[in-house]
């Protein structure tokens, strides 16, 4: 069974660094046709990809949010992290991350997991 | 980027209507689409990728069509379970990937 599950803290004050973590399981982090992507939504808002790492290490990154995001993965403890610095209200959302599967030469984001909601305020 | 315009960005439907959600990219990208359904408080739920292959356990009422830069989502009878927002996302060769604004789906 498949799951990702993220962490991190509820609340966070402008300007600081945002740490989320997705602890995944049913899969490996070390399988070649898979990877995880971390995508938010601001309350009411769309959906918005963020960043993706594959299990060769391969990453990219929203071109708007590029400078702010660094996204890394151990292995051995099936997690993948996404820091944000310079933390600003409108980075208020739900983020979430997703499995991304290769299937054929299509990629899917075909397992998600539950969210959390980051409120940036002082 | 490429960027992707949902229409309508609201529509009103009742049970057992044939409903029809376009999604138009700003440049061609194949077949390398997918489709969400998301209901409120909830986690995206993959139903469609490679822009018409349904995915594992989605019921057959959903189908996608398209290529290139014009695709359509389609529910052949809404259900009352239907009812959610609905988002297209471009997957094509390399990141970054796209969403679009999403089309709410409520009961007339």
């Known amino acids: 069974q498949v799951t990702l599950k993220e962490s991190g803290p509820v609340l966070v004050k402008p300007t600081e660094t945002l740490t989320l973590t997705c602890t995944v399981s049913?899969?490996?982090?070390?399988?070649?046709?898979?990877?995880v992507s971390w995508i938010r939504q601001p309350p009411g808002k769309a959906l918005e990809w963020l960043a993706h790492?594959?299990?060769?290490?391969?990453?990219s990154y929203s071109t708007s949010l590029k400078s702010r995001l660094t996204i890394s993965k151990d292995t051995s403890k099936s997690q993948v992290v996404l820091t944000m610095t310079n933390m600003d209200p409108v980075d208020t959302a739900t983020y979430y991350c997703?499995?991304?599967?290769?299937?054929?030469?299509?990629?899917?984001?075909?397992?998600w997991g539950q969210g959390t909601l980051v409120t940036v305020s002082s | 980027d490429i960027q992707l315009t949902q229409s309508p960005s609201f529509l009103s439907a009742s049970v057992g209507d044939r409903v029809t959600i376009t999604c138009r990219a700003s440049?061609?990208?194949?077949?390398?689409l997918a489709w969400y359904q998301q209901k409120p408080g909830k986690a995206p739920k993959l139903l469609i990728y490679?822009?018409?292959t349904l995915q594992s356990g989605v019921p057959s009422r959903f189908s996608g069509s398209g290529s290139g830069t014009e695709f359509t989502l389609t529910i052949s009878s809404l259900q009352p379970e239907d009812f959610a927002t609905y988002y297209c996302?471009?997957?094509?060769?390399?990141?970054?990937?796209?969403f679009g604004q999403g089309t709410k789906v409520e009961i007339k």
């Open positions: 490679a822009a018409s």
């Open positions: 049913g899969f490996s982090l070390s399988n070649a046709r898979m990877g």
């Open positions: 790492i594959f299990s060769n290490d391969e990453k």
């Open positions: 440049q061609g990208i194949s077949s390398y």
């Open positions: 997703a499995r991304i599967r290769w299937e054929l030469q299509h990629v899917l984001f075909d397992y």
């Open positions: 996302q471009q997957l094509n060769s390399y990141p970054p990937w796209t």
